[in-house]
């Protein structure tokens, strides 16, 4: 079936240090890709998304560009800062499926330090 | 800005017991989710309702589980005889259509703890 795999955490960094959170998936066909963030007590919210191969989604500085070559959607930026602490989700959907369901990753807790 | 809305935030029972988790979807969405996450786990996918029956279902919502929309508004999941492993985070999820486009908007999630 289809999966997500992040790469292992926590991620502890100082603030302004770049980021990359590695994230792989395996589909049967082709899904839309999503990062999602979690702060502490609050539901996951979507961070940015691409639809198909070679989009780049973007939102508040962060950056993941869909590589089909590659099967991954790396989410970057270039300078964290303490308010990004949270925990970031790496998911696909495809939309074949009738109810559109999310695949989730197993989640990836970033801590910036000032 | 409108919100999806999950009560309670945290439900302690015992084994056995049946319990309900209920939310409010955003009220325009015509989609509605559920998710679980064990502690240390992925988030997964439970169950997907749409036009009032269910649409799509995992292999984890077996018998033990049910969900609702008793009136317009809310919409529940009931676990009929609680286990040890069903401790987890539920979170409830709703969206205006299956697109890509349409982003699904996700609670801050019903902390379940089975003693």
């Known amino acids: 079936g289809d999966s997500v795999t992040q790469m292992e955490g926590p991620v502890t960094l100082s603030e302004e240090a770049f980021l990359t959170i590695n994230c792989t998936y395996t589909a049967t066909g082709y899904p839309s890709l999503f990062w999602y963030v979690q702060y502490p007590g609050e539901g996951l919210q979507l961070l940015l998304k691409a639809t198909k191969a070679d989009d780049k989604g973007s939102n508040k500085g962060f950056e993941a560009t869909y590589r089909k070559e590659t099967t991954s959607f790396h989410l970057e930026k270039g300078s964290v800062q303490v308010s990004d602490s949270a925990v970031y989700f790496c998911?696909?959907?495809?939309?074949?499926?009738?109810?559109?369901?999310?695949?989730f990753g197993e989640g990836t807790q970033l801590t910036v330090n000032p | 800005e409108p919100e999806v809305t999950q009560t309670p935030s945290h439900q302690v029972t015992q084994m056995g017991q049946e319990v309900i988790l209920r939310c409010v979807p955003i009220?325009?969405?015509?989609?509605f989710y559920w998710y679980r996450q064990i502690l240390g786990q992925k988030v997964e996918f439970l169950v997907s309702?749409?036009?009032?029956?269910?649409?799509?279902k995992s292999e984890i919502f077996d018998d033990q589980f049910s969900v609702e929309r008793p009136d317009g508004s809310n919409f529940t999941l009931k676990i009929r005889s609680t286990k040890l492993e069903d401790s987890a985070m539920y979170f409830c999820?709703?969206?205006?259509?299956?697109?890509?486009?349409?982003?699904?908007?996700f609670g801050p999630g019903t902390r379940l703890t089975v003693l």
């Open positions: 999820a709703s969206t205006r259509g299956t697109s890509s486009y349409n982003e699904q908007f």
């Open positions: 998911a696909l959907r495809m939309e074949e499926t009738s109810g559109s369901r999310l695949t």
């Open positions: 009220s325009n969405h015509l989609y």
């Open positions: 309702f749409y036009n009032n029956e269910i649409s799509e």
